[in-house]
């Protein structure tokens, strides 16, 4: 595992390095806090009547048809907590868009962008394991995106602490579904992400292929969440953890997939 660090350590150092790269990782969480904070400013001082209109709209375009009807059928939740649930079921779920798009673009780069730099050679040459060098590859995506999405989550945090919105918890972190959202599954989301983007760098030839194949698998799957993860925001209180459990199970099984394919000798024949 120290091996795997290393490499960590070492290809952490070039993103920081790089403007380039590290520029949008800090701006696209930073802009999508700013606007889910300016969301929040705004309806502070609208009636729940008007927010529950529009936010009940918003939310029955990404339903499937069955939950709409099941959502115009609760009766025993009062409407402010209703929009408050839906607002936090449409919310959180683009912070994992975030991830997932921010660690894309460093572990397509993993293995194919070394090959066409040309330094991918002596890194299959050095005295490390396929697992341990799979896995400081994956570290190298998987921490700065986690990184930057919990900074936009902090920005959203003291937005939601001078908002003072109720339909968001003053003290974002401190709502379980929240903290669960931000320490569960977005680290879980990166590594999905992670895990099938350097999958595929092994596979192809260009850092452009790799980056657009990723994006082809994981972000129709994120984005399918969405419509899901609000239907079990209203049958049970355990959905977040519910979606932790089948994510950390994917995730195990694609680690444990991607290194049992790694095959160092043909990517030194380039094939």
Sequence with gaps: ???????????????????????PMVVL????????????????TVETGTVSMVV?????????????SYFLGLSDMNQAALVSRVLKALTMPVLWIVTVALTATVASDSFVGEKERGTLEPLLATPISNGQLF??????????????TWFGTAILS????????????????SDPDWATSTFLLVPLMAILSAGVAALISTRVATYRAAYQLNGLVVLPIVTMLIPQTMVLFFVTPWALLMLSALFGIIDLGLIYTAISFFDRERLRKGQ
Excluded: H, W
């Design 1 to 23: 595992m120290n091996r795997a660090l290393l490499i960590t350590a070492r290809e952490l150092t070039e993103v920081v390095r790089d403007l380039n790269l590290l520029a």
């Design 29 to 44: 969480p930073t802009l999508v806090a700013l606007i889910v904070c300016m969301a929040m400013f705004v309806t502070s």
């Design 56 to 68: 009940g709209t918003v939310g029955a375009e990404r339903l499937p048809p069955r939950a709409v």
């Design 135 to 148: 896995l400081g590859k994956l570290l190298t995506a998987v921490l700065p995106a986690i990184l930057c």
């Design 158 to 173: 003291v937005g939601a602490l001078v908002a003072d919105n109720q339909y968001f918890p003053r003290l974002l972190l």
